[in-house]
């Protein structure tokens, strides 16, 4: 038998935004200890306290609920930004960019590891989380690269090499810091993010 849609404590129904947050919450729970084609949406349901037809009220598939689970995770920190940094300069942006993206790596590294493991392996995360997510990222750190090339700040270098580069020292920073805690010198996200972006702005060498 499916569970009944969980009341409020005060005996209302909790409403379809409430319910559509419990799903998401169980599913990020789920797809983390489960992986993307282990779960099943009836096991997310019970841990949403939930019937397995509410699911498909909110998210049309499996897929769906799964972008729903991870572009606020991912996307939110990134628009946010954009707006709040409007009068920065193209540098500021990608040194308060390279803060949010440590942050973001710290405060969920199991959420992470799932999702780059399930995308190593099954085409429709990949799909869900490139075309449902990274894209948009992108086409919002895109033009601060073109604005600080144009300015004569940064070299012209090809955009998805740039970036590629730029996220790849902060998560295996992340990932590393993670695996082997206490290894590194630094004592604050401030600090680790200073210390790499200098090395990408400026290099290694002395001039």
């Avoid at 489960?34 to 779960?39: D, I, P, T, Y």
């Avoid at 399930?118 to 750190?141: F, M, N, S």
């Amino acid at each position: 038998m499916e569970p009944r849609d969980t009341p409020l404590k005060n005996g209302r129904k909790k409403s379809s935004k409430d319910r559509r947050q419990d799903i998401l919450t169980a599913a990020l729970t789920v797809f983390t200890r489960k992986g993307f084609n282990g779960s099943t949406t009836a096991e997310i349901a019970r841990a949403a306290g939930v019937a397995e037809g509410a699911i498909f009220r909110h998210f049309a598939t499996k897929k769906e609920l799964l972008i729903a689970v991870l572009k606020p995770k991912i996307l939110d920190g990134i628009i946010d930004l954009d707006k709040e940094q409007r009068e920065s300069t193209p540098e500021e942006f990608f040194r308060r960019f390279l803060r949010n993206r440590l942050e973001l790596l710290k405060e969920n590294e199991g959420f992470l590891r799932f999702m780059f493991a399930e995308a190593q392996y099954h085409e429709e995360v990949r799909d869900a989380l490139y075309k449902g997510i990274l894209e948009q990222g992108v086409c919002i750190v895109k033009p601060w690269f073109d604005k600080g090339v144009e300015q004569g700040v940064f070299k012209p270098f090809p955009f998805p090499f740039m970036v590629r580069s730029f996220m790849g020292m902060a998560i295996f920073y992340g990932t590393f810091n993670h695996v082997f805690p206490g290894l590194f010198p630094e004592k604050t996200i401030d600090e680790a993010a200073d210390q790499i972006l200098e090395l990408f702005f400026h290099g290694l060498l002395v001039k």
